[in-house]
């Protein structure tokens, strides 16, 4: 499982210069299989946040969250298995069912953070949605889960 990211410098500067929420490409991939698209355009930096959010909410103790996205109508709703540590994954509007555990979408969320925020520090983008101090705090939550 993985959570695929992808710049187009233009669309970040435009974006940051309207100050409005970063566009790029992100999707998740599991086994070959895109959700909601390969190449799915979205609000990025605002939706990887809103999944930081559910992680910890499953951390917590809740058997279900989703994972949405911020254009259509697609979201991945996922059901934890606190015994195995397992969570199934599935995407709204596919049959598709996902088996993953659960720190390896910790890892793939924390890691598209990272990989967001460096972009926007290299094009010198400020990160208005605060990637850096909210990854901070998850990873700081989450590092009692189990």
């Not at 435009?14 to 609000?43: H, M, V």
């Not at 990887?48 to 103790?61: D, E, H, I, P, V």
């Not at 720190?103 to 520090?121: G, M, T």
Request: include cysteine; glycine fraction near 4%; aromatic fraction near 14%.
């Amino acid at each position: 499982m993985k959570i695929n990211l992808g710049f187009n410098e233009k669309w970040l500067y435009k974006d940051a210069k309207r100050s409005a929420s970063l566009t790029f490409y992100i999707c998740w991939e599991n086994k070959g299989e895109y959700y909601p698209a390969q190449k799915w355009n979205d609000f990025g930096a605002v939706i990887l946040n809103w999944w930081m959010s559910a992680l910890l909410r499953l951390a917590k103790g809740a058997e279900e969250d989703e994972f949405v996205f911020m254009d259509g109508p697609y979201s991945i709703k996922a059901r934890y298995n606190h015994q195995n540590d397992l969570v199934e994954l599935r995407p709204k509007g596919t049959e598709l069912v996902w088996i993953v555990p659960f720190e390896e979408i910790v890892a793939q969320v924390a890691i598209a953070e990272r990989v967001v925020s460096e972009e926007l520090k290299r094009l010198k983008i400020e990160d208005k949605e605060s990637l850096d101090r909210n990854l901070a705090f998850f990873e700081d939550a989450l590092a009692n889960h189990k």
